[in-house]
């Protein structure tokens, strides 16, 4: 049965292929002749017009998706359809025939005759919404650390406000706008061309795609200058009255930061206040005080931080202490004995305390501590408490101190 079929197949096979050629080529003579009608698909993007209906009303709308192309089916005679693209349709949106604010019927016109374009109902879907706009400050920022020995000083920003248009939602979240500077090892002052961040109340960026911005991008200059870090040293006038001691002067913040010309700061060790500031002869008790330390910088130096310009000074005055002491009664003496009698003490040390300011505490010891004991009118027998007297001067307070001693003839 095979056999059969391949020798039929074969037999005068020149005269079948020629055969298949002629029926090809008759049939395309007589669809060129025929030009028959056909269909294909087109796409072309929509134009919305008549946006002001919505905009006067104070709403926006948005094209869902972005998606704002329309697929129709044309009909059309094969050689009118072989000419034809997409640029030769037209499809507009007429926001005037907005429905339910949620699409809008698209129409579709050619520029050509002996076109049928399907009466398929198309549309252009749209989200429609209240639209507001706001103005805000932009933040001028700067990131990074300059060079060692600079710091920044201002930063402007020009224009310094922008204008938002666009969903009251979006717009609504809007809290900051920033731009930031990047000083990166800077030594001088840079100005550079920065796209505004917008942020919401989290710090977390903002979707600006739908929103309509006045400007794109903005100025930032960063202002650096040669800085240097110093400490406050203060001068005190006159002196403190008899008895009182100065234990300390401090001021906080205890440095501060100070811009200006590289030449002038290198002269400079400290920012001191004068003495006519604090006047010893006037303080009787610690005290504290405020000054403005922007009145003593030297010429052609400010602050760099001006919330330092206040400075507390702190002059704080000693107080009497007191420390305890184990006397040796080796350091003791006995006065007016009476002739012919003998002392001697029945304990070895004695403990005393000693009142006085940290200064005149600061030297004394037990080895160099003295004293003596009144004998007067004492007699040989058992042991007899009296009262120690010490050999300290009035810059020293004392309690009673008592020891046992014993008299023999």
């Not at 049939?27 to 993007?45: L, R, Y």
């Not at 400079?268 to 006519?276: E, L, N, R």
Request: charged share 20%.
């Amino acid at each position: 049965m095979l056999e059969k079929i391949k020798q039929t197949l074969t037999t005068n096979l020149d005269l079948k292929i020629l055969a298949l050629l002629f029926a090809v080529g008759l049939w395309i003579i007589v669809v060129n002749v025929d030009d028959p009608t056909q269909t294909k698909t087109f796409t072309a993007k929509v134009q919305v017009v008549n946006e002001e209906v919505l905009t006067e009303q104070g709403k926006y709308y948005s094209i869902v998706d972005n998606n704002n192309t329309v697929s129709f089916r044309v009909q059309a005679k094969r050689s009118t359809l072989e000419k034809l693209s997409s640029s030769d349709f037209t499809a507009v949106a007429d926001m005037n025939n907005l429905e339910d604010d949620k699409r809008i019927p698209v129409e579709i016109t050619v520029n050509r005759s002996s076109v049928v374009i399907s009466s398929q109902k198309l549309y252009l879907e749209v989200e429609v919404g209240d639209q507001m706009a706001n103005k805000f400050m932009i933040q001028g920022e700067a990131s990074g650390d300059p060079a060692d020995g600079f710091a920044v000083d201002t930063i402007a920003v020009a224009p310094n406000v922008v204008t938002v248009k666009g969903p009251a939602p979006l717009v609504k979240k809007i809290q900051a706008v920033k731009a930031v500077c990047d000083v990166t090892g800077m030594n001088r002052s840079v100005t550079e061309s920065v796209v505004p961040v917008f942020y919401d109340g989290n710090g977390d960026v903002v979707d600006t795609t739908k929103l309509d911005i006045n400007v794109a991008t903005v100025d930032v200059t960063v202002n650096i200058v040669s800085t240097k870090e110093v400490p406050i040293e203060v001068d005190t006038g006159g002196s403190l009255a008899e008895g009182l001691e100065l234990e300390s002067i401090t001021t906080d913040p205890a440095n501060i930061v100070i811009k200006g010309e590289a030449g002038i700061l290198n002269d400079i060790t400290a920012v001191t206040i004068p003495p006519t500031v604090i006047t010893l002869n006037d303080i009787s008790q610690t005290m504290t005080t405020t000054v403005d330390i922007s009145s003593y910088l030297p010429e052609g130096v400010s602050l760099l931080d001006n919330s330092q310009a206040k400075v507390k000074i702190t002059v704080k005055l000693a107080e009497v202490t007191s420390h305890s002491y184990n006397i040796p009664t080796t350091n003791l003496s006995v006065r007016n004995l009476g002739p012919g009698l003998t002392a001697s003490f029945d304990e070895s040390t004695v403990k005393v305390e000693v009142k006085a300011l940290p200064s005149a505490l600061k030297n004394l010891s037990a080895e160099s501590i003295t004293g003596y004991v009144d004998a007067s009118g004492l007699t040989a027998g058992e042991s007899i408490t009296v009262p120690i007297v010490w050999n300290l001067g009035e810059a020293y307070l004392t309690d009673t101190v008592n020891v046992k001693i014993t008299l023999k003839n």
